[in-house]
């Protein structure tokens, strides 16, 4: 129910360690994302077949010896995680994905390297997945777990007290009750932010995308790719991943913070410094812009992305 998803939230949120909020986003935002999204020619990128696992270990080892000192600046900066060095494997898998696990490892599947058009791409892939570790996400989805799992018995004990529950049929029903409770208090807890989570390290693979001299302009992209690859028009309670418009538009307001931010670190500071530009006179209608000045034109719906 809602009621109990809130309890849940509520519950976990303090736990959750979130240190790095990104701006929010408007439906404008997410729509003019997700006409991009679904405007993006799918078959732009290399075919993960055509390239050799030789060449997409090699460039894999060539972006993260450069992300690398800057991913340790932001890491020691952040302050969240004691442990900044990292073990970066590639896996010839036919894999679209990448991963962060235990023992302060990421691993790099064969597909998502070939899906690259440049290295400012590929760097946001790895930027993102040592962001986890910076912010300590695996421990903190541990322990979001674990508080969902004795949310879940303690409800559900209380619920269940004083019953007269003594026969061996209800005191049997009443267990499977409980373990389906506590199952789902885990899956919830270890849930709830995992959307948060993944924006969060967004917003630091900006940072030590920016710092390790990579475009950012040109990371995003990989965004736009991985929003093709899914039907996800908008995120739900249960999302392991905020929806692709969502993403894009987030990381979007997030490139805006770390160019407006003087230091290059992640921080507060950096959203008082974006001060917002008062047109001096008011903006033209939509289908008063001149196509030639718009980084992508969408002739259906006459959509201009800037």
Same mark, same amino acid.
């Given at each position: 129910?809602?009621?109990?998803?809130?309890?849940?939230?509520?519950?976990?949120?303090?736990?959750?360690?979130?240190?790095?909020?990104?701006?929010?986003?408007?439906?404008?935002?997410?729509? /003019?994302? %997700? @006409?991009?999204?679904?405007?993006?020619?799918?078959? =732009?990128?290399?075919?993960? !077949?055509?390239? &050799?696992?030789?060449?997409?270990?090699?460039?894999?080892?060539?972006?993260?010896?450069?992300?690398?000192?800057?991913?340790?600046?932001?890491?020691?900066?952040?302050?969240?995680?004691?442990?900044?060095?990292?073990?970066?494997?590639?896996?010839?898998?036919?894999?679209?994905?990448?991963?962060?696990?235990?023992?302060?490892?990421?691993?790099?599947?064969?597909?998502?390297?070939?899906?690259?058009?440049?290295?400012?791409?590929?760097?946001?892939?790895?930027?993102?997945?040592?962001?986890?570790?910076?912010?300590?996400?695996?421990?903190?989805?541990?322990?979001?777990?674990?508080?969902?799992?004795?949310? /879940?018995? %303690? @409800?559900?004990?209380?619920?269940?007290?004083?019953? =007269?529950?003594?026969?061996? !049929?209800?005191? &049997?029903?009443?267990?499977?009750?409980?373990?389906?409770?506590?199952?789902?208090?885990?899956?919830?807890?270890?849930?709830?932010?995992?959307?948060?989570?993944?924006?969060?390290?967004?917003?630091?693979?900006?940072?030590?995308?920016?710092?390790?001299?990579?475009?950012?302009?040109?990371?995003?992209?990989?965004?736009?790719?991985?929003?093709?690859?899914?039907?996800?028009?908008?995120?739900?309670?249960?999302?392991?991943?905020?929806?692709?418009?969502?993403?894009?538009?987030?990381?979007?307001?997030?490139?805006?913070?770390?160019?407006?931010?003087?230091?290059?670190?992640?921080?507060?500071?950096?959203?008082?410094?974006?001060?917002?530009?008062?047109?001096?006179?008011?903006?033209?209608?939509?289908?008063?812009?001149?196509?030639?000045?718009?980084?992508?034109?969408?002739?259906?719906?006459?959509?201009?992305?800037?």
């Amino acid at each position: 129910s809602s009621a109990a998803s809130d309890v849940y939230k509520r519950q976990v949120a303090a736990c959750s360690g979130i240190q790095h909020e990104t701006p929010g986003v408007s439906t404008a935002d997410e729509k /003019a994302a %997700l @006409a991009e999204i679904e405007a993006y020619p799918t078959s =732009g990128s290399v075919p993960p !077949a055509e390239m &050799s696992e030789g060449t997409a270990r090699l460039r894999l080892e060539e972006v993260y010896s450069t992300i690398k000192p800057s991913a340790v600046e932001v890491c020691r900066f952040a302050g969240e995680n004691e442990v900044c060095t990292w073990v970066v494997h590639y896996n010839d898998a036919r894999e679209y994905n990448a991963v962060a696990m235990d023992g302060n490892q990421v691993v790099v599947f064969h597909d998502i390297i070939a899906a690259t058009d440049n290295d400012d791409e590929l760097a946001f892939v790895l930027a993102h997945e040592l962001g986890h570790h910076i912010a300590d996400h695996i421990d903190e989805t541990r322990k979001q777990r674990n508080s969902g799992i004795l949310i /879940a018995g %303690l @409800a559900m004990a209380a619920l269940t007290s004083g019953t =007269g529950c003594n026969t061996y !049929a209800c005191l &049997s029903g009443l267990q499977n009750a409980s373990q389906a409770s506590m199952q789902l208090g885990g899956h919830l807890g270890g849930r709830v932010f995992s959307v948060e989570q993944e924006k969060e390290a967004d917003y630091l693979a900006a940072h030590i995308i920016n710092l390790s001299g990579y475009d950012l302009a040109k990371s995003r992209t990989m965004l736009v790719k991985i929003g093709t690859k899914t039907d996800a028009k908008t995120t739900t309670f249960l999302s392991s991943h905020p929806a692709g418009p969502e993403r894009l538009a987030s990381y979007d307001k997030t490139i805006e913070l770390v160019h407006h931010d003087p230091d290059g670190f992640p921080g507060m500071e950096s959203i008082e410094t974006v001060v917002p530009v008062v047109p001096d006179k008011p903006e033209p209608d939509s289908n008063e812009f001149d196509p030639a000045k718009c980084r992508i034109y969408i002739p259906d719906g006459n959509v201009c992305i800037y």
